[in-house]
C-alpha cells in the first residue's frame, strides 16, 4: 500500500503510521475488509478440515486413525473416532461455515473493501466502528474455538441447537456442557458484530455516495450488499434475542425452550412451561433471512463479473434490483417451511409452503437475466467468469431442489435427511464459495495490485467444479434412500447399509476437493508477492474502483473528487472508442 | 461541482441525501434493530403467557403498582427534561443543555435504584427465575429477563448520557450528538412503555 | 488489451461441454435412479410419490433447461472477437412472459402440493382407527397400546424407572392404565386398518421416521402430536429417528411390523402378559 502515499495527502485522511494502527487496529475499510477475507480464509481452511474428518468416520466407520488421536486424545479413543466427536465436528463445521466464512467473507470483506469504493467514498461512514466489529468478529470466533476445548467436550447440538438437548446442559450426554454454552455466548458475540457492521453499510450508501452516483446508478454489487445488510440488521437481533434466553435457560435455570415433564438420564426435571418449538421459530426467523444474507452478496458479485466479461450491459438492471430486495423481503416470512415437521399447525405449514415457492419467483428472474446478458456477449474466458459462471450453475441446481424441499408432502419425507444437506451445500456451500473465488481473483489486482495466476485458478476451478458435484450430485440419492443427517454412521439400519459404497464414494471425492483448496491457496499467497503486475483498471471494467490506483491509496480517491455520469454497466456502446465507458466518463463520442 | 452531464435531479454526493447526519442515521438503524431484539424476547414471553394455564398474577395496585407507576413517572420525566436538553442544545445554550442532561441522568438514576429496590423485594417474595410462589415458573423468568435487559439499556444510557454532558460542557460534542443521545434515551423509555403494561399492568392482581 | 488476447476461448467450449454432460448424466442417474426411495407402503404414500415425481420432473427440467442454454451461450458466444457485444439493456415482454410463466408454475406446484399435504394432515383419522402412543427417549423409541379398554392409563414423570422397565412412567395407580401393553423398539400395526399416532417425547426431541410411510413426525416434550396412517403392505420395516437427540441418535432404531390381523391379535397377545 505504499507506492501511491504520495497522491494521499491534501485531503484530511493522513495515512496512520506505525504497524499496530496501520495493519492490525487499523479503520481503514480497505485493511479491515483484508482482515475479514483473511479471518474467512482461516475459517474455511478449519471447516475444510473438519469436514474432510467426518468424511472419514462416515466412510470408514470402525477403522483407526493412529495420527488423529495424537491430535484429539478424547475425540479419537483408541483411534477410532467417537460419535459425539463426530456431532461436534459437524457441529463446529456447520458453525464456521455459515457464520464466519460466509457471512464474513462475501458480506463485512468484500463489501467492506469495495463497497465505499463504489460508491465513492473515502471510507465508511463509521471507520471506528468498523475496526469494533472486526474484533468483536475475532472475538467470537475465538470463544468458538475455546468451545472445543473446555471440560465436557465441544458442543454436539448441531449448528441450529433445538433445545431441550442444547439447553439442559451436562446431564443430555456429553459435549453439552461448557462448550455448549461458549457456542451460544460465541453467536451472540456475532450477532452484535454483525449488526453493527450491517448498521455501517447501510448508512454508508444512503449517505456518502459521490456526486452523480443516484440509487439507479449504483452497481448491482452494492444493492447485493445493501439489502443483505438491511436484512442483517432485522434479523440478527432476533437471533441474539434467542441466544440471550437460551443462556438464562442454560444458566439462569429458566424454562422458556423446557417443557414441564422431561425426564432426562433418569432425572425428573423441575422445568415447565416453556416450548422447544418457540426456539426453532426465533432460530429459522432469522436462519432463513440468513441464508439471503449470505447468498444476495454472490448474486451481486456474479452479475458484475458477467456483466464485465460478458461485455455487456447486466440484462434488466432493474428487474435485478427489484429481484434482490423481492428476496429479501420475502426472505422473512418464509421461516416456517424449516418446520414442517416440527409440530406446528399443519395450517400454518401450508401458508408458508405457497410463500417459499413465490420466493423461488425472483430468484428465477436473476437466472433468466443472467443469461439474457451471457446471450450476445462477447464472453472473456477469465478464472474470475469461470467460477461467476459455477456460481450460476450451482445456484440452479440447489434452487430446484428448494421446489421439493418447499412442499410439506414432500419434505416430511426429505426433511432431516441428506437430500437437504445436498441442497444447501449446492446452493450455500458451493454457490457462495464459488462467488468468493471469482471475487477474489476479480478484486484480487485491485487490492494487491498484482493478478492472480490464471492458470493456477481454472486448474483449480476445474477440480473443484467437477469434484464438488461428484459429492453432492449423489448425495441427494442418500437422501432419496431416506439416510438422516447428523448420523454418525449408517451400519446400525438394515436399509441404509447397502448405501456405504456410495457414501465411501463421496468421501474419495471430498477428499480431491479438499486437496485441490491447496492450489487456490498456493495461489493467493504466491501472488501477493509475484503475480502478474496488474494495471488501474484490470479487467476494462467500468465502476468506480477501476478509476483510482491498484493498490488505491489510503484515502481512495486521493486528490480526485469522483463525479458519477452514467451507469455501471456501460459495455459496447454503439459508437464509442472502447468496449467500455467508464461511470466517471464524461464525454461519449457517438452517444447513446 | 455541479456538471452539466448530470441531470438535476440526481444526488449530488456529500453530505446527507435525506438531511439526516450519519451519526443519527446510524442510531435509526441501531434502534430499530434494538428494537427487534427486545420485540423477540417480548413475544416470546407472551408465548410462554398464553401457553401457561397458571400465569400469575401477583401485583396488587398497591403497593406494587404504584411503585411501577412511580418508576414510570420517573423515566417519562427524564423523557421530558431530555426533550428540553435538545431543545437548549439546538438554541446553542450548551449551560442549559447540560443542566437539563443532568436531570435526565437523574431520572435514570432513580429509576435504576428503584428498579433495584423493586428485584430486591420479589427476590425477598421467594421470585426466581427459575420458580415463584404463586405459579408459571416462567412469570420469574420472563420478568427478570426482560426488565434486566432493559435495565442494563438504563444503566448505559446513563453512562451514554454522562459522557455527553461531559462533552457538551467542554465544547467537544456537537448538538448532533445530544440529539442522537436523546433518541437513544427516548427509546429506552419507550420500550418501557410496552414492557409496564406487558409485565406490570396484566399482571394486577383480582382482589 | 490487457489480458484480453491470451484469454483461451475454447476453455469456455469445454465449460459448455460440462453442464451439457451434468445436465444428461444427471438427468439419467435420476431417471435410472440405482437408489430411489423405498417402496411405498402408505395408502397417502401414493399422492406423495405422485406429487414429487411431478416437482422432480419441472425441477429436472428447469436444471436441465438451464443447464442447456448456459452451455448453448457459452458455446456460441465464448472467446468471440470481431465486432461489438450486443448492447442490450432490458426486454419488458421477455421479462414479463418469464416472471408470468415462472410464477404460474411455482404457485401452482404449492396449491397442488398443499392438497396432498391437506388431505393427509387437515383431516380426522377415521372412526374406526387404532391409537397407539409413540414416546422418543434418549436412545430408543416405546410405543403402547391401550388395550382392551381402549383407553390409555395416567402417566407422570416421576414414576418413570428404567430398571423396571417403566420407560414411560405408567401410573399404576390409574385403572385405566393395568391393561396398557407397552413395547420397546418394536411397533406392529394390522394392515389395512387407519393408524393413528400420538407421538411425544419424555426428554429431548426426536424424529418418527418411517421412510416406507413417506413421513416424519418430530416427538417434541410437552407436546403429543397426532398422525395418522393405513398401511397397505405387511414385512417388517425400521423406524429411525430424524433429530439430533444426542450422542446415540444414529442408533436409535425400531423394528416397525405390519401385520394380518389374525398375526397382530396374537402378537398384541403374546406382548400383554
Ligand atoms: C444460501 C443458502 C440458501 C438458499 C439461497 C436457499 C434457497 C432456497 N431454499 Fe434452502 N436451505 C439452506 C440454504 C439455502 N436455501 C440451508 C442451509 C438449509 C438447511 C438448514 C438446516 O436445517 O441445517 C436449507 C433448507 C431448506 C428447507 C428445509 C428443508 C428441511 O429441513 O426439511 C427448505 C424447504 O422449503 C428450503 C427451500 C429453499 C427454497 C425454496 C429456496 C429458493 O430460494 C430457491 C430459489 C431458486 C430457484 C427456484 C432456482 C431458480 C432457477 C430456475 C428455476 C431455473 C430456471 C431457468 C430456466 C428453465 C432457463 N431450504
Ligand atoms: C458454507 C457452508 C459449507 C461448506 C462450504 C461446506 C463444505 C463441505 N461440507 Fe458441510 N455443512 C455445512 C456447511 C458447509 N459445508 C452445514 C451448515 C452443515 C450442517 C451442520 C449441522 O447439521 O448442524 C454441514 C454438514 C455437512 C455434512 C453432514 C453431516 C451430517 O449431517 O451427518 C457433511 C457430510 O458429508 C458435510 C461435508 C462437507 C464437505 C465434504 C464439504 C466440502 O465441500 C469441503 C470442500 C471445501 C470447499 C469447496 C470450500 C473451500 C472454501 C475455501 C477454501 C474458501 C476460501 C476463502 C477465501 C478465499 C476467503 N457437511
Ligand atoms: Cu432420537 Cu435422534
Ligand atoms: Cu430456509
Redesign the pocket.
Known amino acids: 500500500m505504499s507506492s501511491h502515499a504520495s497522491t494521499s495527502h491534501s485531503t484530511g485522511h493522513a495515512a496512520p503510521q506505525g504497524f499496530i494502527r496501520k495493519y492490525v487496529f487499523s479503520t481503514d475499510h480497505k485493511v479491515i475488509g483484508i482482515q475479514y477475507?483473511?479471518l474467512?480464509?482461516f475459517s474455511?481452511?478449519l471447516?475444510?478440515a473438519l469436514?474432510?474428518m467426518?468424511?472419514l468416520r462416515?466412510a470408514w466407520p470402525g477403522s483407526q486413525f493412529p495420527l488423529l488421536e495424537h491430535i484429539f486424545p478424547t475425540g479419537f479413543p483408541g483411534g477410532v473416532m467417537s460419535p459425539e466427536f463426530?456431532l461436534a465436528v459437524?457441529?463446529i463445521?456447520?458453525t464456521i461455515?455459515?457464520f464466519f466464512?460466509?457471512t464474513t467473507?462475501p458480506l463485512s470483506?468484500f463489501g467492506n473493501y469495495i463497497l465505499p469504493i463504489q460508491i465513492g467514498a473515502r471510507d465508511m461512514a463509521f471507520p471506528v466502528l468498523n475496526m469494533l466489529s472486526y474484533w468483536t468478529t475475532v472475538v467470537a470466533l475465538m470463544v468458538l474455538m475455546a468451545s472445543m476445548f473446555v471440560e465436557g467436550g465441544a458442543p454436539i447440538s448441531?449448528?441450529?441447537a433445538y433445545p431441550p438437548l442444547s439447553a439442559l446442559g451436562k446431564i443430555a450426554g456429553p459435549g453439552l456442557g461448557a462448550g455448549q454454552t461458549l457456542w451460544i455466548a460465541s453467536i451472540a458475540i456475532f450477532c452484535l458484530a454483525s449488526l453493527l457492521t450491517a448498521l455501517n453499510f447501510i448508512t454508508t450508501t444512503l449517505n456518502m455516495r459521490a456526486a452523480g452516483m443516484s440509487l439507479m446508478r449504483m452497481p448491482l454489487t452494492v444493492w447485493a450488499w445493501f439489502t443483505a445488510s438491511t436484512v442483517a440488521l432485522l434479523a440478527f437481533p432476533v437471533l441474539l434475542g434467542g441466544g440471550i434466553l437460551l443462556l438464562l435457560d442454560r444458566l439462569a435455570g429458566t424454562s422458556f425452550f423446557l417443557a414441564s415433564g422431561m425426564v432426562v438420564s433418569g432425572k425428573v426435571m423441575t422445568n415447565s412451561g416453556g416450548s422447544p418449538i418457540l426456539w426453532q421459530h426465533l432460530f429459522w426467523f432469522f436462519g432463513h433471512p440468513e441464508v439471503y444474507i449470505i447468498i444476495l452478496p454472490g448474486m451481486g458479485i456474479t452479475s458484475h463479473i458477467i456483466s464485465t466479461f460478458s461485455r455487456k450491459p447486466i440484462f434488466a438492471y432493474k428487474a435485478m434490483v427489484a429481484a434482490i430486495f423481492a428476496i429479501g423481503f420475502i426472505g422473512f416470512i418464509v421461516w416456517g417451511h424449516h418446520m414442517f415437521a416440527s409440530g406446528m399447525s399443519p395450517l400454518v405449514g401450508m401458508v408458508f409452503s405457497v410463500l417459499t415457492l413465490t420466493v423461488g419467483v425472483p430468484s428465477a428472474i436473476k437466472v433468466f437475466n443472467w443469461l439474457a446478458t451471457l446471450w450476445g456477449g462477447h464472453i472473456r474466458c477469465t478464472a474470475s467468469m469461470l467460477y461467476a459462471l459455477g456460481f450460476v450453475s450451482f445456484f440452479v441446481t440447489g434452487g430446484v431442489t428448494g421446489l421439493l424441499l418447499a412442499q410439506p408432502a414432500i419434505d416430511v419425507y426429505f426433511h432431516d435427511t441428506?437430500f437437504v444437506?445436498a441442497h444447501?451445500?449446492i446452493i450455500?456451500?458451493?454457490a457462495?464459495?464459488f462467488s468468493?473465488?471469482a471475487a477474489?481473483h476479480f478484486w484480487f489486482p485491485k487490492m494487491f495490485g498484482r493478478y492472480m495466476s490464471e492458470t493456477l485458478g481454472k486448474v483449480h476451478f476445474w477440480i473443484?467444479i467437477t469434484g464438488?458435484y461428484s459429492?453432492f450430485i449423489p448425495?441427494h440419492f442418500l437422501g432419496m434412500a431416506g439416510a438422516p443427517?447428523?448420523?454418525?454412521q449408517f451400519t446400525e439400519f438394515a436399509y441404509l447399509s447397502k448405501l456405504q459404497p456410495l457414501t465411501i464414494h463421496?468421501s474419495w471425492a471430498?477428499f480431491v476437493?479438499?486437496a485441490a483448496?491447496l492450489i487456490?491457496?498456493f495461489n493467493?499467497f504466491r501472488s501477493m508477492r509475484w503475480g502478474k503486475r496488474a494495471p488501474d483498471n484490470a479487467w476494462e471494467a467500468t465502476t468506480l474502483e477501476w478509476v483510482i490506483p491498484s493498490p488505491p491509496p489510503h484515502d481512495n480517491f486521493g486528490d480526485m473528487e469522483p463525479v458519477v455520469y452514467r451507469g455501471p454497466y456501460e459495455f459496447s456502446v454503439p459508437g464509442a472508442k472502447a468496449d467500455f465507458i467508464l461511470q466517471t466518463e464524461q464525454e461519449v463520442e457517438g452517444g447513446e | 461541482m455541479m456538471n452539466s452531464g448530470l441531470a438535476s435531479e440526481n444526488w449530488n454526493g456529500g453530505g446527507s441525501p435525506y438531511a439526516v447526519g450519519h451519526k443519527k442515521l446510524g442510531m435509526w438503524l441501531f434502534l430499530v434493530s434494538d428494537s427487534l431484539t427486545f420485540g423477540s424476547l417480548l413475544i416470546s414471553c407472551m408465548y410462554a403467557r398464553t401457553a401457561s394455564s397458571n400465569w400469575p398474577t401477583p401485583f396488587p395496585m398497591w403497593p406494587s403498582i404504584a411503585f411501577a407507576s412511580l418508576m414510570t413517572f420517573c423515566l417519562l420525566t427524564s423523557s421530558l427534561t431530555m426533550a428540553f436538553a435538545v431543545a437548549a442544545s439546538k438554541r446553542g445554550d450548551r449551560a442549559a443543555a447540560v443542566k437539563f442532561i443532568l436531570l435526565t441522568i437523574l431520572g435514570g438514576v432513580a429509576f435504576l435504584v428503584l428498579h433495584a429496590r423493586e428485584w430486591l423485594h420479589l427476590i425477598d417474595e421467594g421470585v426466581r427465575p427459575w420458580s415463584n410462589p404463586w405459579g408459571s415458573p416462567l412469570f420469574g423468568a420472563s420478568f427478570f429477563g426482560l426488565t434486566g435487559l432493559h435495565m442494563f439499556h438504563v444503566f448505559s444510557g446513563v453512562v451514554y448520557l454522562g459522557v455527553i454532558a461531559l462533552g457538551t460542557r467542554n465544547g467537544k460534542r456537537s448538538h448532533e450528538d445530544v440529539e442522537v443521545c436523546g433518541l437513544y434515551w427516548h427509546f429506552v423509555d419507550l420500550v418501557w412503555m410496552f414492557i409496564f403494561p406487558l409485565i406490570y399492568l396484566m399482571s394486577v392482581s383480582p382482589k | 488489451m490487457l489480458l484480453a488476447p491470451d484469454l483461451p476461448g475454447p476453455l469456455l467450449k469445454l465449460l459448455a461441454l460440462f453442464f451439457w454432460a451434468l445436465a444428461i448424466a444427471t438427468a439419467t442417474a435420476f431417471i435410472v435412479h440405482p437408489i430411489w426411495l423405498p417402496e411405498n407402503i402408505s395408502l397417502n404414500g401414493v399422492d406423495v410419490d405422485q406429487q414429487l415425481n411431478l416437482t422432480l420432473c419441472i425441477a429436472g427440467a428447469a436444471f436441465v433447461i438451464a443447464h442447456m442454454l448456459l452451455g448453448l451461450f457459452l458455446w456460441r458466444f465464448g472467446g468471440k472477437q470481431a465486432g461489438r457485444a450486443l448492447y442490450w439493456h432490458e426486454s419488458h415482454r421477455m421479462e414479463t412472459a418469464w416472471t408470468v410463466v415462472t410464477a404460474v408454475i411455482f404457485v401452482g406446484l404449492g396449491l397442488q402440493g398443499s392438497r396432498v399435504w391437506a388431505r393427509e394432515y387437515l383431516t380426522d383419522p377415521p372412526a374406526n382407527a387404532m391409537t397407539i402412543e409413540v414416546t422418543g427417549q434418549q436412545f430408543a423409541w416405546n410405543f403402547r397400546y391401550p388395550g382392551p379398554d381402549g383407553k390409555f392409563g395416567r402417566t407422570r414423570p416421576d414414576k418413570v424407572d428404567d430398571s423396571e422397565g417403566n420407560y414411560i412412567g405408567l401410573d399404576d395407580g390409574d385403572p385405566a392404565g393395568t391393561d396398557d401393553i407397552t413395547t420397546q423398539n418394536v411397533i406392529a400395526i394390522p394392515v389395512n386398518r387407519p393408524i393413528q399416532l400420538i407421538i411425544r417425547s419424555r426428554d429431548v426431541l426426536h424424529s418418527f421416521f418411517v421412510p416406507v410411510l413417506r413421513f416424519k413426525q418430530d416427538a417434541v416434550p410437552g407436546m403429543g402430536i397426532p398422525v395418522h396412517f393405513t398401511a397397505t403392505k405387511t414385512g417388517e420395516y425400521e423406524v429411525a429417528c430424524a433429530e439430533?437427540c444426542g450422542m446415540q441418535h444414529y442408533k436409535m432404531r425400531a423394528r416397525f411390523l405390519v401385520m394380518t390381523d389374525t398375526d397382530f391379535n396374537a402378537w398384541l397377545k403374546s406382548r400383554s402378559q
Not at chain 1, 443427517?485 to 454418525?488: G, K, N, S, V
Open positions: 477475507i483473511f474467512g480464509l474455511a481452511i471447516g475444510t469436514s474432510m467426518m468424511r462416515l463426530y459437524l457441529t463445521h456447520g461455515m455459515v466464512l460466509l467473507v470483506g448441531g449448528w441450529t441428506y444437506v444447501f451445500h450455500m456451500g458451493l457462495a464459495v468468493i473465488f477474489l473443484t464438488v459429492i448425495m443427517r447428523r448420523y454418525a463421496i471430498a476437493v479438499g483448496q487456490l491457496l493467493i | 439430533l
